[in-house]
């Protein structure tokens, strides 16, 4: 991978759609410290301890850990719930900030994320009424072109197309 290149790869999606787990597989097909994730809920639950509000602190943070690993030349991959409303305009400017950006989000039923949910640790202490608190549905955000996932994506189709997609746009 180019280092003089930068690039910018979010994945969006409600809670227990796989995020995490994609971020993590993407991370591991590139060398070492060349790509960084940035979890907002590293940042925003264990870092920060605060809760998902409107111009909350967490926003401003995980932009700036962004900006400064995109000016370092790394691949950038920024992870979360990232809700299109309060998230959407930090996301639109680190897109303007690299000199590419690529955009994947979840698209899942709620049915869908339940079942998910169920599999996870986080089951046991995080109750379906609060999953269906947090749940949102599709919801873009404008003026990025992300890259729609449903339920039919397996998690080695959905790091296949991010691998691949990173690597087309440095040999562009």
Request: charged share 20%; aromatic share 6%.
């Amino acid at each position: 991978m180019d280092s003089t290149v930068n690039t910018l790869v979010t994945i969006r999606g409600n809670s227990a759609s796989g995020k995490s787990t994609v971020a993590k597989a993407v991370q591991q097909r590139f060398d070492h410290s060349r790509c960084v994730v940035v979890p907002q809920d590293v940042v925003r639950r264990q870092m920060l301890r605060e809760s998902d509000e409107p111009g909350a602190f967490n926003i401003t943070l995980i932009e700036q850990i962004a900006r400064t690993c995109l000016a370092s030349g790394r691949l950038v991959i920024v992870e979360g719930i990232l809700d299109a409303h309060r998230y959407g305009p930090m996301l639109q400017r680190l897109a303007a900030a690299a000199t590419r950006s690529l955009h994947y989000s979840f698209d899942l039923t709620f049915a869908e994320t339940l079942s998910r949910h169920a599999g996870r640790p986080q089951a046991a202490t995080i109750p379906e009424q609060m999953m269906a608190q947090w749940y949102h549905g599709w919801q873009p955000v404008a003026g990025l072109d992300e890259v729609r996932i449903d339920a039919t994506w397996t998690l080695e189709q959905i790091v296949d197309r991010i691998h691949r997609d990173v690597l087309a746009a440095h040999s562009s």
